[in-house]
Every structure is written in structure tokens, then in C-alpha cells.
T-cell receptor, first 115, second 115 residues
Framework: EAQVTQNPRYLITVTGKKLTVTCSQNMNHEYMSWYRQDPGLGLRQIYYSMNVEVTDKGDVPEGYKVSRKEKRNFPLILESPSPNQTSLYFC??????????????FGPGTRLTVL | DQQVKQNSPSLSVQEGRISILNCDYTNSMFDYFLWYKKYPAEGPTFLISISSIKDKNEDGRFTVFLNKSAKHLSLHIVPSQPGDSAVYFCAAINAGGTSYGKLTFGQGTILTVHP
């Protein structure tokens, strides 16, 4: 089954404790991306990757890191989480460019709470 | 600076009637526009898209209209069904330049279809 998986689905942590949210896709997609969803703000792009070893900043990259060492995985790293990073996070992937010709497939989301 | 805006946080319609969801944008360089649907506790799923060189795209009950001069697009759902109740996000892509691959979402509109 074609899918995007994220782990963990729920996480409660404390300020400053490094964490990683994993994202994996089994569709051989080049494009992968991370978003956060906050009330009244919709989905905001954090980072995206057009292919292995190629990553770019989205609209809200501060406080986050990503890496793309393999095509299927795109982990999101919070080196020193803060309460304003409490949010619902989505990973997504698509073939080539996230354009009209290729739809993005989203993971189920990771709800992160930073105390 | 919100480049994609959905000014109606919610919309309520009767089953069988038309639902019209609106979206405005400010960046005239956007090449593609997409609509996503999101149910609670799930990731967004792609609905329909339109290229900036077109003014209409239809897929079953869903039609997207683009008015480039007004920088406005809308999603029409006819007839509306209770299963259409969800959050709808409008999104836009700039397929060229320094923002290649960057996807910008609106804040979302909660659609409720009453039986």
C-alpha cells in the first residue's frame, strides 16, 4: 500500500530536549516536505526536499533541521524544542515537483506538545 | 505576509445545495493552485488543481475556477453531501525561480454539510 508514515504520532516533551520525528514514504517520490498546522494559520511549510541531499527552507524553518540522506526518509529534527513549537506536524511526498501534475500524499500527522 | 488567504473560517450548507469555498492570493507568480480536504485526525488529501493558464477545471462534483485578474479562486461542490464536511485548504505553487518547490497554504475553511 502506497503511504507516508510518521513516527511518533503523539509526543509530549520538555523544553530543550532534542527530538526527531521520522517520515518515510514507499512510493519512490523525489519531493518530500514538512508542514505544521496551527489554528487560524493553516498549514505552513517548514522545509522541503526536491531530492536526496537537496533541502530548502519553507516559510517557517527557524528551530528545525532536516536531512535527506535516502530517498524514502526525511526526518524532522528539533535540536532544542520550545513551547512555540507545540503543533500538529505533517510530512508529505510527491513525484518530482509539488505541482498540479503530481499530488502530494500526506502522512497521518504527529501531534507534538513541548512543555 | 499571508500570500494565500481563505477569509471565511467556516461555511454551512444544506445537503444537495452548492458549496462555494473562496481563496485569494497576492503573488502573481504562482503557477498552480490546489485544493486539499482534511478530516480530523488525518492528513490532508488532494482534491483538485488548476494551472494558472486555465480558468476552470472540473472533476465530478468538484469544479475550481480561477480569476487571475482578481487573484481569486473558488471551489464549487455540487451537489454537497454530508461526507464533504471537512476542512478545505487552498494552496499555491511557484514552479520557478528561487521558490521552486515551495507550497503555500491558506488558513483553511471548515465546511459543514447538513442532512
Amino acid at each position: 500500500e502506497a503511504q507516508v508514515t510518521q513516527n511518533p504520532r503523539y509526543l509530549i516533551t520538555v523544553t530543550g530536549k532534542k527530538l526527531t520525528v521520522t517520515c518515510s514514504q514507499n512510493m519512490n517520490h523525489e519531493y518530500m516536505s514538512w508542514y505544521r498546522q496551527d489554528p487560524g494559520l493553516g498549514l505552513r511549510q517548514i522545509y522541503y526536499s526536491m531530492n536526496v541531499e537537496v533541502t530548502d527552507k519553507g516559510d517557517v524553518p527557524e528551530g528545525y533541521k532536516v536531512s535527506r540522506k535516502e530517498k524514502r526518509n526525511f526526518p524532522l529534527i528539533l535540536e532544542s524544542p520550545s513551547p512555540n513549537q507545540t503543533s500538529l506536524y505533517f510530512c508529505a511526498s510527491s513525484l518530482l515537483l509539488a505541482g498540479a501534475q503530481d499530488t502530494q500524499y500526506f502522512g497521518p500527522g504527529t501531534r507534538l506538545t513541548v512543555l | 505576509d499571508q500570500q494565500v488567504k481563505q477569509n471565511s473560517p467556516s461555511l454551512s450548507v444544506q445537503e444537495g445545495r452548492i458549496s462555494i469555498l473562496n481563496c485569494d492570493y497576492t503573488n502573481s507568480m504562482f503557477d498552480y493552485f490546489l485544493w486539499y480536504k482534511k478530516y480530523p485526525a488525518e492528513g490532508p488529501t488532494f482534491l483538485i488543481s488548476i494551472s494558472s493558464i486555465k480558468d476552470k477545471n472540473e472533476d465530478g462534483r468538484f469544479t475550481v475556477f480561477l480569476n487571475k485578474s482578481a487573484k481569486h479562486l473558488s471551489l464549487h461542490i455540487v451537489p454537497s453531501q454530508p461526507g464533504d464536511s471537512a476542512v478545505y485548504f487552498c494552496a499555491a505553487i511557484n514552479a520557478g525561480g528561487t521558490s521552486y518547490g515551495k507550497l503555500t497554504f491558506g488558513q483553511g475553511t471548515i465546511l459543514t454539510v447538513h442532512p
